[in-house]
């Protein structure tokens, strides 16, 4: 396509040339300058493409680089997370079971002193019998 526009450009200045008698040698100079101002334009052109493609390039470098820091973050916040988890899980079930040995405990003493005070309501009630 930049070669097609500089074939256009150097039409157009030929035709300038002839539409305006140019001498020979003016005219040859015209072209000759046109020839080098495309050419400057396409070398522009081209750097600027490359300097572009490479730019794109480190971009892509970089944002998969950050994509995979990102990603390790990530897994170890989840792995942190499972941690955490398993780490609550293991303390509700010490904190279950000491709540039911605690639970246990105390129906056992409630039932000691209910049989405590059982006894305790006989021994009374024998020694008023027997006056003592």
């Known amino acids: 396509m930049l070669e097609e526009q500089a074939r256009v450009a150097q039409q157009a200045a030929l035709e300038y040339a002839q539409k305006y008698s140019l001498s020979e040698e003016h005219r040859q100079a015209e072209i000759q300058r046109n020839r080098e101002l495309c050419d400057g334009l396409a070398k522009a052109y081209q750097e ?31 792995q942190r997370y499972q941690q955490f988890e398993t780490n609550a899980s293991a303390q509700i079930q010490t904190s279950n079971n000491a709540a039911s040995y605690w639970r246990a405990e105390s129906e056992q003493e409630a039932r000691r002193a209910s049989l405590n005070s059982e006894q305790n309501q006989q021994t009374s009630q024998i020694c008023r019998r027997f006056g003592w």
């Open 48 to 78: 600027h493409t490359e300097s572009n493609c490479q730019q794109v390039v480190k971009d892509r470098e970089h944002s998969l680089m950050i994509n995979q820091e990102l990603r390790g973050e990530l897994n170890l916040c989840g």
